[in-house]
């Protein structure tokens, strides 16, 4: 009776030792991501790591893999539904392969002049309902960070339309941005972020778009002899989770992590555009690519050449969801 007393102590014992030590483990959240750390996505993750990690005491551990180091294009939405990871920041260029075509209205060539524009409509009802239609999939959509303006980069100098004729460039996987290329008489080819630098190096593709922080933290100025300073598109994030995983957090945790989330999308959306004004004069620094800059009329060619891309995609993106944005940022086609 005694022995058994004592056996069954010893087990209460162990049994509360292993719980103690299971409510001490930390919750670990995978952060994987395509880009540098010198960034604006890189900065806002390490940021957000920090933020986490110390308002929740070491309750949460964020594991940041930039780079491309744990998943690539084409791998990272499947692993995320999945749970291998548990929290992504993919271009809003990467949506339509997931089924959420309507993503790829920011890719609309000039629709957003500038940042205010943009957050109009991420913090409007458009940005809220594509969120909205991410739950379907098992994933919730936190924050919109911002890259900022795309660039078109080659080995010739890109200044009107015609100079695009024939050539191979890569561009993220949405239609909209196909359409953009082909508007131009270029071919357009999906690819990985991972692999730009090489194809461009080895001349599977001839050319690209990125803002300058993307253009040279991949240091395609190694590789692209000129940068012509187009501004035609947007470039900016989603910071999504897996539903499942976040809404079976401990509340005061999520709570917590909103919180964080809130704090690192001002961070890095307040660094977007000097990161790029920074890696502009970078590049220029480096001496190894031409920056061209368009004259107005040749901006105007430009223009004319790729708004026909919007009515294109209207039964792609949602005619009305091309309206509302027109509407919320004044644009005119
Ligand atoms: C690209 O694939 O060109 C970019 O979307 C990469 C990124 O995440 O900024």
Known sequence: MKAGFVLAAAAAAMLSFAGLAAAQQPIVIKFSHVVALDTPKGKGAEYFKKLAEERTKGRVKVEVYPNSTLFKDGEEMEALQLGSV???????????????????????????DNYDELHKVTSGPVGQALFKKLESKGIIGLAYWDNGFKDMSANKPLKLPADYKGLKMRIQSSKVLGDEMKALGAIPQVMAFSEVYQALQTGVVDGTENPPS?????????VQKYLALTDHGYLGYAVIVNKKFWDGLPADIRTTLEGAMKDAT???????????????EAVKKSGRTQIITLTPEEKAAMKKALIAVHKENESRVGKETIAEVYRETGFKP
Request: without cysteine; charged residues 25%; proline residues 6%.
């Open 86 to 112: 548990q929290m992504l920041a993919p271009s809003l260029a990467k949506f339509g392969p997931l089924g959420v075509r309507e993503f790829e209205v920011f890719d609309l060539p000039y629709i957003f």
């Open 214 to 222: 993307n253009f040279y933290t991949q240091k395609m100025h190694e």
């Open 266 to 280: 001002k961070y890095a959306n307040d660094i977007a555009k000097k990161e790029n004004d920074d890696a502009l």
